[in-house]
Nanobody
C-alpha cells in the first residue's frame, strides 16, 4: 500500500511537501492521485499525475498553489503545497490507480479509479 508522509502543522501562507511512497508493484505503471478529507466533509480530489509524469490534473481550488511530481526511480510521488490556507486542513491520502500504463487524457479524478490507498497524513493550517 502507498504510504504518505510529510504532514504537520503550518501557519497560513506556509508550505508543505507531502510524499507518497509505494512498492514498484503498486507504483511503476500507475497513475497516482491525491485526495483529502476535512472534518465533516466528503473526500475531495486534490490532483493526480499519470504514470509517466507527463500530465497532471488539479482541482480548481488547488491550481496554482499545489504541484504534483513523481520520481519513478524512487517510487515516490510528491505533493508540494504552497500558500496554504486554513481550509486546506485535512487528512491527505494518496492512491494508486487500478489501471496501469494508461496513455490517454483521462484525469483520474474519481476515488473509484483507485485500488490502493494509503492511511493518510494530517495537514493542519493555522490562521
Amino acid at each position: 500500500q502507498p504510504v504518505e508522509s510529510g504532514g504537520g502543522l503550518v501557519q497560513a501562507g506556509g508550505s508543505l511537501r507531502l510524499s507518497c511512497a509505494a512498492s514498484p508493484r503498486t507504483f511503476g505503471g500507475n497513475a497516482i492521485g491525491w485526495f483529502r478529507r476535512s472534518l465533516g466533509k466528503e473526500r475531495e480530489f486534490v490532483g493526480s499525475i499519470t504514470w509517466s509524469g507527463d500530465s497532471t490534473y488539479y482541482a480548481d481550488s488547488m491550481k496554482g498553489r499545489f504541484t504534483i511530481s513523481r520520481d519513478n526511480a524512487k517510487n515516490t510521488v510528491f505533493l508540494d503545497m504552497n500558500n496554504l490556507k486554513p481550509e486546506d486542513t485535512a487528512v491527505y491520502y494518496c492512491a494508486a490507480s487500478r489501471v496501469t500504463y494508461y496513455s490517454g487524457s483521462y484525469s483520474f479524478q474519481s476515488p473509484d479509479d483507485y485500488g490502493y490507498w494509503g492511511q493518510g497524513t494530517q495537514v493542519t493550517v493555522s490562521s
